[in-house]
């Protein structure tokens, strides 16, 4: 059976302005599938937007909020019960030692990484199970279980949690036809290592078997497989160069 996504596919990315959502996104805008893009930035949004190809007959849309929102979500499952397939893609980074980190930089951090795909698919994940079909995509990180460095216990906290999260709604969505998968993604060049300093950059690449970063175009690729395979449900595809087996 053909692993190629369905090109009728109304599919809603989270963090798709920039980086891995928005390779997700021109990955399934180039296969034919009408896409809706969310992120905060309304000016970002619409540069991401340019970058899609025309669908020929569901033009692509923008919601601007945050993935926090509880109020957000609910305005979505509302106004949107045509989404076959959800991608939590965004995120954000928290590099420091917990004893130095903030209350506010926790929040922030668990409240985009973790809470944002739990509102998420509890909103959409409502519409599929009424259509009985769908499939939701989270995007966990290496960091969060296969491997630990100083500084990221937050941030690993928030995306073991999106792991869990996954394998767990996994089971209680897919007998209802609900699929739920999760990517691991390693090191991949985005905005996120951009801002890596020197010495991190290098311990992060000799860490690698694969002796460089992915690229965003690379974890597209394996969220395409996981939502063309109608058989894959609680899977982790980890795409780390090898980072995990370090």
Known sequence: MSTTPHLTKRILITGASRGIGLSIAQRFASLGASIILLSRT???????????????????????????????????????????VLINAAGVSCNALLVRTSQSAIAATLETNLLGSIYASRAIGRNMLVRKAGCIVNIGSVLGLH?????????????????????????????????????????????????????????????????RFGVPEE???AVVFLVGNGYMNGAEIVVDGGLGCT
């Open 147 to 211: 491997r630990h460095i100083a500084g990221s216990s937050v941030y690993a906290a928030s995306k073991a949690g999106v792991v869990g999260f996954s394998r767990a709604l996994a089971v209680e969505m897919g007998p209802g036809g609900v699929r739920v998968n999760v990517i691991t993604p390693g090191y991949v060049e985005t905005d996120m290592t951009t801002g890596m300093t020197g010495a991190a950059r290098e311990a992060a690449l000799g860490a690698t078997p694969a002796g």
């Open 219 to 221: 974890v597209a690729d």
């Open 42 to 84: 309304t000016s970002q949004l619409t540069a991401a937007l340019a970058t899609l190809p025309a669908h020929p007959t569901q033009p692509h849309t923008t919601i601007t909020g945050s993935v926090s929102s509880v109020e957000l979500w609910e305005t979505i499952r509302r106004s949107h019960k045509d989404i076959d």
